[in-house]
């Protein structure tokens, strides 16, 4: 994410540097006991999206039903 690339990639993001930098600072809240479950879902989803692999579209193909199936399995 701190490439020469990735910047060219996203020149219309007028503060990269948040983008680049917070997810290695912030945290998610635990809201249910399955959180573990959940965080690693979000993990694997997020880095392609963040690699520009993926488009933030994938979430709602991908993270949100599989989500979901961990919450129901419980």
Avoid: C, Y
């Amino acid at each position: 994410m701190n490439s020469p690339g990735f910047a060219k990639a996203h020149s219309r993001v007028r503060n990269l540097e948040v983008l680049t930098g917070g997810p290695e600072h912030s945290r998610h809240l635990p809201v249910t006991p399955a959180w573990e479950r959940i965080d690693a879902l979000m993990d694997r989803r997020f880095g392609p999206v963040l690699h520009g692999f993926q488009s933030a579209a994938s979430f709602k193909n991908g993270l949100a039903p599989e989500a979901d199936k961990v919450l129901r399995d419980q």
